[in-house]
């Protein structure tokens, strides 16, 4: 049975296409959509970066630079964060991918389906956050869709604001929707689905809450 993936059509029931993708011998279409959802990443963080989104410690040095280099600095900026677009694009779709792969046996074509809805979902979250920062000038961690606005209020700690404002209404609907597809596709018990899937996003929140806090070292020493 051949199954040709639609990343829109596939929440149009999601239970159809489940069962459909859980029967598939060949599936169609998902290299192609992969290449796709990297080019939209990199576009959506190019362009993150060229409204100054993340660029607030070049701009306090801009005193200090002269027009050409500040612009150059900008420039450089997003260019990088084109390519964290890219690299987070990847990672998402085959790290995690290969990860349940090992744990669930479910064939690797089947779970790069998974994170390919995963991806784009995240990449719908990051469009949202866009005008929030340009009209109120709030950053991710403060976002009203995540709960590091709560924390924000309970202490002033860096690194706990950080680490909650990773975890965002999005990202709870990704962990249901992966416990729901884990579950219809593999035999293992669900506690185990629930104990990894939810393991494995604590640590993607540890991770960001890391890079979050020590990014004003890292770009304070490129652009500096």
Do not use: C
């Amino acid at each position: 049975m051949m199954y040709h993936f639609n990343l829109i059509k596939f929440f149009f029931p999601v239970d159809d296409h489940l069962f459909r993708i859980q029967k598939a011998e060949k599936i169609a279409n998902i290299w192609k959509l992969s290449v796709l959802l990297v080019l939209v990443s990199a576009v959506i963080y190019g362009w993150m970066g060229s409204l100054g989104m993340g660029t607030d410690l070049i701009s306090k040095g801009a005193v200090e630079l002269s027009v050409f280099q500040y612009q150059q600095s900008k420039l450089w900026f997003v260019f990088g964060r084109i390519g964290f677009g890219i690299v987070m694009a990847l990672f998402f779709l085959f790290v995690p991918a290969l990860i349940f792969h090992l744990l669930t046996d479910i064939p690797y074509q089947k779970l790069v389906i998974m994170q390919q809805i995963v991806l784009l979902v995240m990449l719908i979250e990051r469009v949202i956050w866009i005008p929030l920062f340009v009209n109120f000038g709030l950053d991710w961690y403060v976002s009203p869709l995540s709960f590091g606005i709560i924390v924000s209020y309970l202490t002033e700690a860096e690194w706990p604001v950080f680490f909650f404002g990773a975890v965002t209404l999005f990202q709870l609907w990704i962990i249901w929707f992966q416990i729901r597809y884990l579950s219809y596709l593999s035999t293992i018990k669900k506690s185990w689905i629930y104990i990894n899937v939810i393991s494995l996003h604590i640590f993607y929140w540890l991770i960001v809450a890391f890079l979050a806090y020590f990014d004003r070292f890292m770009i304070g020493g490129w652009f500096g």
